[in-house]
């Protein structure tokens, strides 16, 4: 199976409420999703897809800012939008979002058709985040997460988050806490050399997989 992440749509959006259904208590509403994805000036959302054929390639050049490793990896895992019989083909298996507020970019939400997880998928999405923060300009990264995800922590501490508070009965579904966890220094070289090791890893693994 090939996964691929291409930026969301208004016309994604039943579909990744379908997974967000299945992935927490309170969903959010049609109109929450349509108003984040028409601002498109501190707003970036995205969508994976799952197919069992190559995804479609990039075929504009990559932004400047990446590097040349960066242009090659994106230009296999993120697709330009499919034509219907690609989109049927390839159905959203995840998403994900984040927000800039001043030079600190926030992900918002992020989310894994069930049947996908551990696969590697949720990992793909952080990147393309990662990198949407980057193209909005954000110096750094922020997010909160269930003090009882372990899975979700571990994976955001393996791209250099560390806790940096705790959000007191966050959730309202059951009155959890949440850790906050940021990336501080995502303009640092060191920061962005560990990021790309990171890809490189994600990109052999989705490889074998496929």
Known sequence: MYYFIEPMTEEDILAVQRIEAQSF?????ASTYRRELRDTQRC?????????TPPPQVTSPAPARRSGFLSQLFGAFVAQPPPPDTAA???????????????????????????HRRR????????????QAYELGAAMITLEVRVSND????LYLKYGFTVV??????YTDNGEDALLMSIETLNDPACRERLNALRRQLYARLQRQA
Do not use: C, F, N
């Not at 970036?44 to 069992?52: D, E, G, N, Q, W």
């Not at 590697?120 to 990198?131: A, N």
């Open 165 to 170: 508070g705790t959000r007191r009965r966050y």
């Open 44 to 52: 970036r959302y995205l969508v994976a897809r799952a197919s069992p």
């Open 89 to 115: 083909s390839a159905p959203i298996v995840g998403y994900g979002g984040l927000w800039l507020s001043a030079d600190e970019a926030h992900v918002t939400t992020i989310a894994v058709d069930p049947a």
């Open 25 to 29: 208590p309170i969903p959010w509403s």
């Open 120 to 131: 590697g998928v949720g990992e793909l999405l952080l990147t393309g985040l990662i990198d």
């Open 151 to 154: 899975a979700a922590q571990r």
